[in-house]
Every structure is written in C-alpha cells, then in structure tokens.
C-alpha cells in the first residue's frame, strides 16, 4: 500500500484524540460520559450463551471463513424479516470483526486510487483514515442546522439537497451514511433516504449504510434501511453490530449485508486479512438473534427493550443538561447526545493552545469539573469546524448511578 | 484514460450480463478494486468446503479436534463471567494483561527487554498480524522474498500491499533418500542470487507449514546475515513454535545478534493452547517497526475481542510459572502429538507410501508419485494433479487432506504437485478412521 496514503490516514486519526481524551479520563474519579460504549451489562443469557458455547469441543476452533453457519443463519432469518426478502446467509452477508471491521473490508474491496467518496459530517471518525487507507478522497458534506431553529433535537439538522447533489460527480464511488447517526443522534428520514437514493441511482453510486444503532429509535421514530427503497438493494451495503446490538462492544463482531456481486468482494478481503471471526463468540451472537428473533414486536425484544430503557437515560441526561443551563440536541437514536455549550459563555481564550474551542472546553471540563465528554469537531472536516465547535459529545448508555454522578457535577456548575 | 475507461467499462457490462442471464445491469462501472483482482480464489474456502460437502474424516485444514486445555477453558469462562468490563472494548493494541504476560513470557525467550505496550501488538489471529506486516512494511514496488512452500496468505498479502513476490525453494538434498523435513535445505546461493535493490524482506516460517521443517540455528544465521548485509527486513511466523519433535529445537531469528531490529516475529494463541476459534494472535518486533503496523491495525480493525484476550493472558501466566516442567502445555502438546505423528506416519508406510517425518508443526506431507489411480475427472486437466487427487480422495473415499502446491508459486507449482498434507493433530479415533480408509483401499488394490 502507498505509505503516503497511510502517512496521511495517520494525521488524521481522531483515534489518537480519542486514546489522548481516553488517557485523560482514566483517573478514576473523573466521571466518563465521553467513551462510546456501555458501563451496563449486556442480558445474561448472552454470556451464558458464551459460557456454553466455549464449553463445546468444536466451538473452540476455526468455523467458516465468511461466518459461522449457525450466525449466518439467524442474520437471514432477523433481516429478511427487517428487509422484506430472502436474503442468502452465505452469499449476502460476511461476519466481521466489529462494525469497523466490515467499514474496512467494504473499503478496501470497492474503493481505490482515483475514487471520491461522501461523507456526511458530522462522522464517525474512522471513515476518513479508511477512505484515505483505500487511496480514495473523501468529500464532505455537513449537516445543517434548520435556521431559526434553536437546536432541540437531532430532526432539526438536515441534508441541503442542492449542495448534496453538487458534491456528485463521475468520480463519486460511493456515499457513506449513518444512521442513527454518531454522534448527533439524527435518524434519515424516508424523504431524506429517498433524495440520497436518487442520487446515487443517477450518479450509477454505491451507499455505505452504516446503521450499527439501528435498534435504538426512541419513541415517534422509524429506522429506515436505504437498501430497501427501489433500486438501492444492488448498490448498498449495510453494516451493523453485535456490539451495539447485545451491548457486547468487547466482543468485536459485526456483518455485512449486500447483493452477492458486492458481498463477494468484500468476501475476498476478509480472506486475505484475517480470514474468519472467534467461533464462541460468533455462536453465542447466533444464539442471542434467534432468542430475540422469536420476541421481534413483542416487549421482551432486547432490539425494542434497549430502547426503552435508554430512553430514560436519555431524558435524565438531557433534563440534568438543561438544568445546568446547557442546550442538549435530544437525539431521535443511538446513545449519544450532543450540547450547546455556548450559553455557559465560558471564556477560555486564555488557553492558548491552536485547538477548537470544544477541545479546550472538554479538557478544561475533565479537569476542572471531572467530568469527561468527547469534542465534537473530532468528527468533522477542517472547512466545518466552526460550525460545530461550540458542541461536545455525551454518551447515555450507563449505569443511572453514572448520570446520576454527572447529574451532581452539572448541579454544582449551574449554581457557581 | 477516458476511452480505456469507457472500453473497460463496457467489458465489464459484457462480462456481467453474461453471467447474470435475465438479471438487469443495475450498475454499468467497475465495481470492485484493483486490489482484490487475483487473490479471490483461496484453498481453504475451496476444500473446507468441500471436505463438509462429502462429510470427510478431515486431515485437511489445520484445527484440532480435541479440547483446548481445561485450565485455558477454565481461564475464558472466569472471563465470560468477570465484570462487565470483559464485555466492552479493551485496548485496542492489546488488552493489558494479555501484552504485559506476553512481555515477561517472550523476554526470557528471545533475551531481550520487550516493552508491553511498544513492542507488541495483539491482532485477530497471527492471520491478521501477517497483514498488519505486510500492509504497514511492504511498499509498491518493493520485493518479498518467500522461502516455498509456504503458508499460502503470504502470497496474496504481498500482492494486496503492492509489492512483488520472488520464491526461493527449499529443497531435498541432493543424494540421499529424503526421510525427514530435516533434508529440505535452504542454498545459500540460491536465496542471496534472489536479493535485489528492491528487496524489502524475507519471509520465513519455521516450524513450517506444510514441511514440518524447523530451522536450526546454522541456517536462520545464513538468513540473518543477509539480512543485516541487504539491510532486509525478516517476517517470522513462529505459529507452531511449542510444537518441535525427536530433540529439534525452535530456534527464534529474532534473538540473533543484529535481528531484533528488523525481525517482526509472529505468534498464535489458537496454535499455542489448541484453541484455533479464539483468533487471537500476536506481533512482537521492536517499537519502530509496531508503531506502523500499529497503524494499520487501528485503521481496519481497531480492537480484539476482550474476553478471548483475559483468557490467553491467563494461560501465559501459567505457562510462565510452568515453564520446563512436565505439566507445562508447551510440553505435554507436543509430547500427545509426537504418538500421533508417528501413528500417522507408520500408517502411511504401511500403505506404500513415503511420509516425509517432520522434525515440528501440525503436519506431514507424503509423495503420492507411487499411487496408481484413475482420478476419472473430465472436468479439469489443467489443475495441479495433487490438487486433483485431493478432490478425488475427499468425493471417492472421504478423506480430506491438502494439496501441497497450494502452498507453492504459480511458477513452481508443477514441480511439486506430487505431495499431499495430513493434519495429525486429531483424536486417536479421527486417525484411526483414516487409516480404516487407507487400509481398504489399498485392500482393494
């Protein structure tokens, strides 16, 4: 690979900021709402499943390269319920490492030299290191805030479809969405899904959908699949996670779901990187979809129960935030929420370091106040770094002891 | 570049209409990239395939079919039940525990001071640490030299790093009746008449895959000495190290003087405790050369699983204490599968047919020049003809082994498409009913 590229991906790794925010937080008395992954424990029939499954001879060693049967299976069985259609276990999905592994191998299976490629900001911050890593050039395109609106929940940020459509050209390979985006929370509605459909119809585009919180859509809401609109199935593929899904971010699994002439190529790279996931944990994920497989609509699904749950987490957050005088941006999903910080007017111009506001306003707030957050402009381009500046990121799936802690820092805040 | 473009475009079009029959062309470019041209077809999905097809007693691919060791079981279950933090992510590099018994366990072994967190990184499998290598340290344009038969990733890894591989075989030694992995040699000449400006590194696997061959320390210093003299970089896949036979001794490259520096040495918790479904492998070079695969690593695959990784770290512990004793794993695996090599090999003589004894790993390759069989396959002349007789062998009388010019270059693989590859690491009772097949066949004969 060029090491110019990989020279390159390595200034922009967020993750270095996010390993520097991590090393920060580490004191243990710093209350930790910046890291994306949760402090409650996944259901116990998950573990247990993992339990049993390590205790089979065969489990233990290498299972099929593309995913373990039994995984596979079930993924079929939950999505073509989600999506509507058969989908083949063994030629339109691939067990990943992790919804990251599968961003990767769609990477480096359709994107090369010469490619540009979407990216919606605010993003999850690997996508530009991997697009770079694949030798393609990411365009942005922000999202944008309904004007007149004072920011309240995710919805109120939209897709201009005009600079959307400018961004088009004969180079686009493809566009990469999020939904339930990371970090603002925004779910794409059918209309917005519809005009980025067009636009890659017309512009003969493949779609990345990364929906690894596809499950966690809070009340009033719809997870829409952008393969299931007309035209889109042959060009998508869709990326998700055990991870997200059983909150077992430990565990690293995650899949891919495309037509076979996509599927197939990224089949290819996941036999020339690494080859086949952990057995145990494939077959405890196996076992885990086809539990709530049969509970799908009803109240015990662990897809709707989730939700529910960190539906009040997300409400205390955000009336613990409104209390200390910040401004949440209620998200419609996934379990972070990002705040205006602005009418703290907290004057931090004597920090002289060249950084963006938000990051001296979280590193001041891990050590002045103990509590961490994570800097939203980590998730942007260069040319949009104003625009988000004045925003941190939370993350709600914790222990309410946790929100409660926060919940006492921000109390204290408002009232000195 | 435009008219190829559109030209390339529309053969593609061609090509996939063609294929797809009635299926409307959704998409009219390219789709896929350049990087995956070449390296789709792979063995391991070929005949795992297959030997489950035809429900084969599979010496195939390379797994045991026995437990891991409980105290490893053990380990993985207390993990699964610790904290919730055994559930979340981890470090990404590698989760604490796990790096600072790597530390302590390798140090002593290479007599080198190894910093946990700089000069080691934990990857998904040695699997995915042969990639890191090969995408962090092979450039466009750069030669790699692979020492045949190799483990068969290292070719399409190299290619998909933009680089260029040039073979050097090993090969019998001239004279004698080749009894052993011990009399496949290296040529001196022969390896350094491959070194050119463009070398970058050589790759070496020792105990390797598919020979069996362990390399004695004479031989990895000729190695070494061209590597210092080309400034070369060495690759050294060290899976099966634990598992060395009849008094052969493994011999790590990386502790020979001017070696630490440019020796990324690759390890396997799936091939050290019997527990390949785990996938949790291991680098350990110096920092300089980690840092870039450190890179790569966070940019694909970012974390290992937590669990797997507690429950390895445990099991090095163990292994520390136990070091050189009776109980340790590291003996009482290879100790097992020493009876069952020379079952198998016995089994095989009794059959007519020449094992070639190796002196470590998981397996054993014999000649089949001396079978005499009518492989009545239509299909596919063009095939290696031990590719052919594998196929032949799974469909016809259900056992699955390894065609070893798989594990050549497309260059030499006429030369040496005579041999096949047994697993031996399986229960008495798989081996047993191998040699029930072999022995009815060659009744029938």
Known sequence: MSWKNVEYAVKLIVQVIMVAFTSLAADPSVVNLGQGFPDIPPPSYIKEGLAKAASEDRMNQYTRGFGHPSLVKALSQVYGKVYGRQIDPFKEILVTVGGYGSLFSTMQALVEEGDEVIIIEPFFDCYVPMVRMAGAKPVFIPLRLKPGKKTITSADWFLDPDELSSKFNSKTKAIIINTPNNPIGKIFTRDELQMIADLCIKHDTLCFSDEVYEWLVYKGHQHIKIATLPGMWDRTITISSAGKTFSVTGWKLGWSIGPEHLTKHLQTVMQNTLYTCATPLQEAVAQGLVLNYELMGQPECYFTSLAEELEVKRDRLATILQEAG???????????MLVDVTSLNLDLSHITDDEAYDYKFVKWMIKEKKLAAIPVTAFVGDESKKQFEKYIRFCFIKQDSTLEAAGNILKNWAKS | MGVIKNLAASLIVIRQSSFRNNHKIIMSRRLHARRTDGVDKNVWVEFTQLAADYKAVNLGQGFPDFSPPQFIQDAFCKAISGGPQMHQYTRGFGHPPLVKNLAKFFSRIVGHDIDPLEDILVTVGAYQALFCAFQALVDEGDEVIIVEPFFDCYQPMVVMAGG???????????????????DWILSAEELASKITSRTKAIVINTPNNPLGKVYKTEELQMIADLCIRHNLLCISDEVYEWLTYDGAKHVKIASLPGMWERTVTIGSAGKTFSATGW?????????????HMKTIHQN???HCATAAQEAVAHGFEREYEMFGNPESYFKQLPAMLHHKRKKLALCLQSM????IMPEGGYFMITDISSVKVNLNDQS???????????KWLIKEKGLATIPVSAFYSPEHRKEFDKYIRFCFVKEDSTLDAAEDILRKWSQQE
């Not at chain 1, 910040?326 to 972070?336: D, S």
């Not at chain 2, 996938?279 to 840092?291: N, Q, Y």
């Open chain 1, 326 to 336: 910040m401004t949440p941006v209620i998200p419609e999903g996934g379990y972070f």
């Open chain 2, 279 to 291: 996938k949790v492998g291991w680098v350990i070079s110096s920092g300089h050369l980690i840092k």
């Open chain 2, 380 to 390: 596919n002349t063009d095939e290696p003809f031990d590719f052919r007789f594998v």
């Open chain 2, 352 to 355: 007519g047919l020449q094992p």
């Open chain 2, 164 to 182: 260029k591989a040039v073979y050097v075989p090993l090969r019998p030694r001239e004279g004698s009746t080749v009894l052993s992995s011990g």
């Open chain 2, 300 to 302: 694909s695959i970012y």
